[in-house]
């Protein structure tokens, strides 16, 4: 038996870890001599840092800890591999580095531009015949794989999103005056974690007032004025707003304020200032307390309200990707397909990654109301058996206990 290595990449979750934990525990428990982590991601791999993670991963306590550490253990990267032609030489390191570990199969954990360097990885391997076996391990928050159900990662952040929104719906009603807050989503330029905020409604909670996802045209002005309408039948107006939802010419609403000028190596533009934007607006127009809630990565690292379910289905894809390489497959991407509402239930199956690299799955209009500013029943009964469940933090001097890698990695 060989060695194995394993990645993180893109933007991390409240499971993430998980993940890396079944790679790890799976791949050991089918006899693989050491398993590498690498520290960043490909860049990492690169750049020769690498670690032995049985050095990390020591006991059932550590593993206990690095299901409940918010964010990549090993570290990220948004790292484009180049084109092969003309930049043969960065494959070449990469391969021979692999061999120099001795590693038979490679694992990514990540999301559509992630898989990206599963599918250069692997296209370039099958032209050279090299033996290693390159699978991804599906994870975002944003929900836009194609293929699969759902993401690892989604559940715990659409658990946090509901139970925020729950609060803030609280809270704002708290005074005898009218006040209107927009909360911001990430999610970039799918709707579904945006859509999460419609599961605070029920008997305890009014719930939002509306909900803006990408996946429809913005119009400021309309919603300006809808803003003036809501203020007048309530105290507190409770708004849901894409960080990507964009105007009629194609502009993300954030650059409307904002000079929005990071933009990483996917090509992707920053979001944020949606909500500062908009409440700014109202508050202009109609004079009112405004508050702009960006949830920005609180949303992702909220490990103290992890689903139980998307910690369980994590752990299972980073084990299903180790079976997969394991009876001698390449190329795919784990993916989750729903087989029961009601109980509900997922199995891991595979697809390939030429699928699922660099696709944006979005909302489908059906799950939209048609005048845009709500989503659907059926959006809210898809994410509701994602959110449920709990895993208790392990508390230490009343906080969550976290695990670091705090090493300086191996240099090769
Ligand atoms: O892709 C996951 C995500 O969290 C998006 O929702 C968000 O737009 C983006 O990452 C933020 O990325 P970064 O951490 O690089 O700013």
Redesign the pocket.
Known sequence: MKNIIVGQS??PTAVINSSLLGVYKTAKDRGADTVYGMVHGIKGLLDGNVVDLSTRIRNELDMDLLKRTPSSFLGSC?YKLPDVNGHEDTYEKIFATLKKLDVCAFFYIG?NDSMDTIMRLTDYGNKIGSPIRFIGVPK???NDLAVTDHTPGFGSAAKYIAATTKEIIRDGLVYDYPVVSVIEV???NAGWLTAATALARGEDCEGVDEIYLPERVFDVDAFITRMGERLKENRSVVVAVS?GVKIADGRYVCELSDHVDYV?AFGHK??AGTARFLAGRIAEKYGVKTRAIELSSLQ?CAAHIQARIDVTEAYNCGGAAVKAAFEGKTGLVITLKRVSDDPYMCVAEAADVHEIANVEKKVPPEWITEDGTYVRQELVHYIMPLIQAEITPLWVNGLPRHVRLNETPLKR
Request: glycine share 26%; no cysteine.
């Open positions: 893109g933007g948004r999301g975002t928050i944003d990430m999610g970039r960080e990483d920053q979001l992702r």
